[in-house]
């Protein structure tokens, strides 16, 4: 077979032996072309996969955990100190409330990796019970009861609130954390498929070059026996 290849090879004319260096050089550039624009469509769907599930995420995250520990914890202790009106505060915890509602399951149909679902679950029992508390709390505003709100604030609030701003900070870590290894991931992608564009360019250049030198080498005999 050695030899059948051999003789084949040296009875190709120089015309054929150009047009299968032009063909090595447009394959070599088409695959070199291909897996840069695979490798391109792959990160930007990797980017915007981290995008929606990690930063949006935390964008909702954090909103919703500011509605809990700022809005409304605060709103209620401005009214428990007569900052503020039953019916300005009232609105302000319903405004948070409503917040909430709109945020929460945008970020839990988000989550995607069994981690974050067990972890939203877990969430979801805490938050349920802070959102009895924030309905009695929402009650006594109502009612104009400033003092029935200072004691619920020291006797029931913080100690319902204060475990689900444990729970966001534990999830917030986790999808900050995860966010870090998807950046990983896609830079090893990159490097990986760099490599192989390295890989593809040096196999077309020494095929290139060695149809290029027995081109070469060809010719010089031709002009040696003219």
Sequence with gaps: ???FFG???????????????????????????????????????????IFE???????????IEGAYGVRISNTASKFADGLLTADQAGAEVDAAVAAIAEAWPRFVTRQRSDVDKQLVDVVQAVKSDVDTQVATLRALIKAGDRAGV??????SWYASADPLSEQFTLLYDTLQGETQNDFRDISAAYVSG?????????????????LGWTVL???????KDV
């Design 1 to 3: 077979m050695t030899r």
């Design 7 to 49: 003789a084949g090879w040296r009875q190709m004319t120089i015309r054929t032996r150009l047009i299968l260096l032009v063909l090595v050089s447009s394959l070599v550039s088409l695959a070199v072309g291909y897996e840069g624009l695979s490798q391109a469509s792959r990160g930007a769907a990797a980017f915007q996969a």
């Design 53 to 63: 599930s990690r930063v949006v995420s935390t964008g909702y995250l954090k909103s």
């Design 150 to 155: 200072r004691k619920f604030l020291s006797t």
């Design 194 to 210: 760099r490599n192989l564009q390295f890989l593809i360019i040096g196999i077309g250049l020494a095929a290139s070059l060695f």
């Design 217 to 223: 080498r060809t010719v010089s005999r031709s002009l």
